[in-house]
């Protein structure tokens, strides 16, 4: 089993990504905890979200340049993880916890006690 949360859940991705790609063995599971999936960040939920959260729009960039090597990384599917697609249609057990929908809870609380 891999795990990993933020950066290393983009790590456990990866590697699993990488081992299929190769086609060595994979992990029965893994669990990426709030992974960093793509280094884009032209999302929607990051506009919604860019500021007011322990990781802003400017702190995930920050993240993310220190993770690159270059900006050819970002084409690259090691690299930014929506680009990947699997070789031998791996099918292993994946767990995905996303902390933005427990913030954006806790945040909705908070307003609603003021």
């Known amino acids: ?5 933020s950066a290393g859940g983009h790590l456990a991705a990866s590697l699993t990504n990488h081992l299929d790609g190769m086609e060595k063995e994979l ?3 893994q669990i990426l905890i709030y ?3 793509c280094p884009s960040l032209e999302f929607e939920s990051m506009e919604l979200f860019k500021e007011n959260y322990l990781l802003t729009k400017a702190s995930m960039d920050w993240f993310w340049k220190q993770l690159r090597a ?7 599917p090691r690299f930014n993880l929506l680009k990947q697609r699997n070789k031998t249609n791996f099918q292993i057990k994946t767990l995905v916890l996303l902390l933005d929908l427990i913030l954006y809870v806790m945040k909705e609380k908070i307003m609603l006690s003021i």
């Not at 089993?1 to 949360?5: Q, T």
């Not at 270059?70 to 690259?76: G, P, R």
Request: hydrophobic share 15%; proline share 11%; glycine share 6%.
């Open 35 to 37: 992974p960093m999936t």
């Open 1 to 5: 089993m891999l795990c990993g949360d």
């Open 70 to 76: 270059n900006q050819e990384n970002n084409q690259d």
């Open 27 to 29: 992990p029965y599971s």
